[in-house]
């Protein structure tokens, strides 16, 4: 049995995932930056403010310009995703729509940052099958929904990704002091966390995210990372070769991959074979 472990051999992850580019990503942004949280932020291309405004004015769901959404986010280290160009029911679109809404916005994001987009948050969190389908021939890797598992079960459906919990969840801070305190987790555990930052100033409760990250952040046995990172982690680890005695592992892929066999920690190097005994 070659166990995952996440990079440095931890049994851990933690990530975030925020839609929508309203102008509160700022602040939640320097939250995880203090504490070192690591996240994704989704985002419709096809919806920002006119350039030196915030939109709409004056309400509390307000979408930032161009220009501004790519200084806030292009700097931060943190992943941007789709979330659609224009925000519709994805459920409610002919099939070439819904193929426009998500390539559009790939496209337009691609171009905006220049990287590679991969990632999506379904708005408004429908989905169906047909749907779905659409989405893996655009090349997405994964579209988070807005279920909650109160568990930190690693994703069995990368396009019907469900989260741990979504801020507002009474259940927050106990799943996050469970969490914290599993000191020899029996298999890798993913605290996932969604939400809207807009979210914080309607309900006046930014000490919410403020207690959770300086709660979470600063652990050693966390690896905080983007939702893409976690993804293609674990397809690296997925692709890794295991000879038929289970003495060798063999990694194929271009990141390292870390595992747990007879009882130690393995690193298995990018395209490199490694001893499991
Ligand atoms: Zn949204």
Redesign the pocket.
């Given at each position: 049995m070659a166990d995952m472990c996440f990079p440095g051999g931890k049994r851990k992850a933690l990530t975030l995932s925020y839609?929508?580019g309203v102008e509160q990503d700022k602040r939640l942004l320097d939250i995880m930056a203090k504490h070192g949280l690591k996240g994704t932020f989704n985002l419709n291309s096809g919806a920002y403010a006119p350039e030196g405004h915030v939109w709409p004015a004056g309400q509390v769901h307000r979408r930032m310009s161009k220009s501004e959404v790519t200084r806030v986010y292009g700097e931060s280290g943190q992943e941007i995703a789709m979330?659609t160009y224009q925000?519709p029911d994805l459920t409610g679109l002919l099939p070439t729509e819904c193929v426009w809404q998500v390539m559009r916005d790939k496209e337009a994001l691609e171009d905006q940052f220049g990287r590679v987009i991969r990632g999506m948050a379904y708005?408004?969190g429908t989905f169906s099958d047909p749907v779905v389908d659409i989405l893996k021939n655009c090349g997405v890797a994964y579209a988070r929904t807005v279920q909650s598992t109160g568990d930190f079960f690693l994703p069995g459906d990368w396009l019907r990704l469900p989260a741990t919990c979504h801020h507002d969840d009474p259940r927050l801070m106990p799943l996050a002091r469970k969490f914290a305190g599993e000191e020899r987790p029996w298999r890798p555990m993913l605290f996932y966390l969604w939400g809207h930052s807009y979210e914080f100033e309607a309900n006046d409760n930014w000490r919410v995210i403020e207690e959770f990250a300086a709660y979470m952040g600063g652990r050693a046995d966390i690896w905080y990372a983007t939702n893409i990172e976690i993804y293609d982690y674990v397809q690296a680890y997925r692709r890794l070769h295991i000879s038929a005695d289970g003495r060798r592992a063999e990694n194929p892929s271009a990141i390292p991959v870390w595992v747990r066999a007879n009882g130690k920690t393995v690193a298995i190097a990018p395209g490199e074979t490694a001893a499991l005994t």
């Open positions: 839609d929508d979330h925000h708005p408004y």
